[in-house]
């Protein structure tokens, strides 16, 4: 072998070297500069991820404002429902409660105007055209009681046959109580009805129609009054006795004796006078 191949292998032999080493040099490099993207890439990926982390932070954060507020609002809306529940019931109850007991004061005023007008006397209007003499503002005290019965008709507790009677004889009372106590008035408080006749009273006073109320009570002569008809005039005489300054309740017999024998049967102590 000549000197100058062997120069020239040798040459050769370090070329490869030297371009093997430069590529292997260029390869480590390269794969560093790999490693260091790599690196750069996971230090950002970790940046990212801290900054995702600080998202997450700040997402939780914020669903953290949202619970405060959710919460709030909640606290907010049960407020308005707790005060409308509340207050609904309590203000509305009351107010029914009020409205209520107004209804029951009406209801009991109701009751009690119902009692008064029960307790009060029912009388039926039946004003005849006869038996009377008109008169106004005359003094009223002494209350006079009769019996009376229809003679004619098949009935003698008919009310109509008994006024038939009056009429025929133009005479009348004031009231008419029947036997179920039914209360009929014929002639009106003020007017003077004729049902006394000539009589006389224990204090001497006569004309006796002219300052008393005639009451007659259908009854036959050997008859006996119902609990009806002693209920009805004793309603009757107290409402007399509110509305006049009634001092006598007598019968008709205690007024006229010689002629006179009604109220027939009647047991006084029975009559409130
Ligand atoms: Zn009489």
Do not use: C
Request: glycine share 6%; charged share 20%.
């Amino acid at each position: 072998m000549s000197k100058q191949k062997i120069i020239l292998i040798t040459v050769i032999i370090l070329l490869v070297i030297g371009v093997g080493g430069f590529w292997g040099w260029r390869k480590i490099n390269s794969q560093k500069a790999i490693n260091n993207n790599q690196w750069t890439i996971t230090k950002t990926q970790k940046a990212i991820d801290n900054e995702q982390q600080s998202t997450d932070n700040s997402q939780e954060t914020i669903d953290n404002n949202q619970n405060t507020i959710d919460n709030k609002q909640q606290t907010t809306d049960n407020k308005p429902q707790a005060v409308t529940s509340n207050q609904e019931p309590v203000t509305g109850g009351n107010n029914q409660k009020a409205i209520d007991n107004s209804q029951n004061t009406i209801v009991k005023t109701q009751q009690v105007t119902e009692n008064n007008s029960t307790s009060s006397t029912k009388i039926v209007q039946k004003l005849v055209a006869w038996g009377f003499q008109k008169s106004s503002g005359r003094k009223i005290d002494t209350v006079i009681l009769h019996s009376s019965y229809d003679a004619l008709g098949s009935d003698p507790f008919s009310v109509s046959g008994v006024i038939a009677e009056y009429k025929q004889a133009q005479v009348s009372p004031h009231y008419l109580i029947a036997r179920d106590g039914t209360i009929y008035q014929l002639v009106s408080d003020q007017n003077i009805a004729w049902h006394a006749g000539v009589a006389k009273m224990p204090d001497g006073r006569t004309d006796v129609n002219s300052f008393s109320i005639g009451i007659e009570m259908i009854n036959t002569q050997d008859g006996k009054f119902t609990s009806d008809q002693y209920a009805a005039v004793n309603r009757l005489i107290g409402d007399l006795k509110n509305k006049y300054p009634i001092k006598n309740i007598l019968g008709h017999s205690d007024i006229a004796s010689s002629r006179k024998t009604d109220p027939w049967g009647i047991e006084w102590k029975k009559v409130n006078r």
